[in-house]
């Protein structure tokens, strides 16, 4: 039995580009699959694009251009995903539990296949933009499991007939059905991909980060209210974000005709 390779920073490469931080899976041999080492540096690099307020955005994405990420390394069995009694939480779910609070907008560039806990980094993500030849799918029924963890991210983005037609069957879809369904934001032929992202990202970058932040805890804060609650907290949080600098720039650079200068703050 071949001895799989011991874990390396360069499994996950965190590199910042311009406003936006890029986190790529850089194990394409592997078809970018996931283990506790890469999930852990996935979280790093969301934890550094977090503390750097010069930050605008965060992409996600897979090297090669055969896949995203196709979900748990298996070439170890099922000890990727195994439970450890004596913790009281997995890493995966962790992993989607910190995506769920950062407040910078996250991007998945799915460059290819997005599998199974693939399926669970792209839902964790804000924006999605796919090249046409990706497939998405949770395969997992095929090899008696079920996509459980994965199932928190989905839920939220899609219908309850398409998310149980994805699990049960374990089929898979192209891009044009994931955008149909709501999977993701874009469809971009391969060659466009990168163009695609830049442009989103250049959409994001340019509005006030102060804006981004406040808007995000909110969008999170009010997913579990009911309508009376989620209209008191909102219209709480209006009378703070107006306080902010952020708010008074863009008001005075919309007056005086101007590109606004954003602190941040």
């Known amino acids: 039995m071949t001895t799989p390779p011991a874990p390396s920073d ?36 969301l934890r550094q694009a977090v503390e750097d307020r010069s930050v605008r955005a965060v992409v996600l994405t ?77 395969p997992e029924v095929k090899i008696g499991m079920f996509p459980m963890q994965v199932l928190s991210v989905l839920k939220p983005l899609l219908k309850a007939r398409d998310l149980a037609e994805l699990c049960i069957t374990g089929e898979p879809v192209d891009a044009a059905t994931a955008k149909q369904i709501g999977l993701v934001n874009h469809v971009a032929p391969a060659a466009e ?34 309508f009376d609650q989620a209209i008191a907290f909102t219209e709480s949080q209006i009378g703070l974000a107006v306080q902010t600098e952020d708010a008074h720039e863009g008001v005075a650079s919309f007056n005086e005709k101007r590109p606004p200068v954003w602190t941040g703050r």
């Open 10 to 45: 360069d499994d996950v490469l965190i590199q910042r580009r311009g406003a936006i931080i890029e986190i790529t899976i850089n194990r394409p041999q592997r078809r970018n699959a996931l283990n506790p080492h890469v999930m852990g540096r996935i979280g790093l690099g």
């Open 193 to 226: 991909l990168d163009a695609k992202v830049a442009w989103l990202v250049d959409r994001i970058a340019g509005k006030s980060p102060t804006a981004i932040r406040r808007g995000k805890y909110a969008m999170r804060a009010i997913e579990s209210m009911t």
């Open 62 to 138: 897979g090297a090669g251009d055969k896949a995203f990420c196709a979900g748990a390394d298996l070439s170890t069995g099922t000890s990727t995903f195994a439970y450890q009694y004596h913790e009281s939480s997995l890493p995966f779910a962790n992993l989607l539990r910190y995506a769920h609070s950062v407040e910078i907008p996250t991007i998945a560039r799915v460059n290819g296949a997005c599998m199974a806990g693939g399926m669970g980094l792209l839902a964790m993500c804000d924006f999605a933009v796919a090249s046409d030849t990706a497939i998405f799918g949770l």
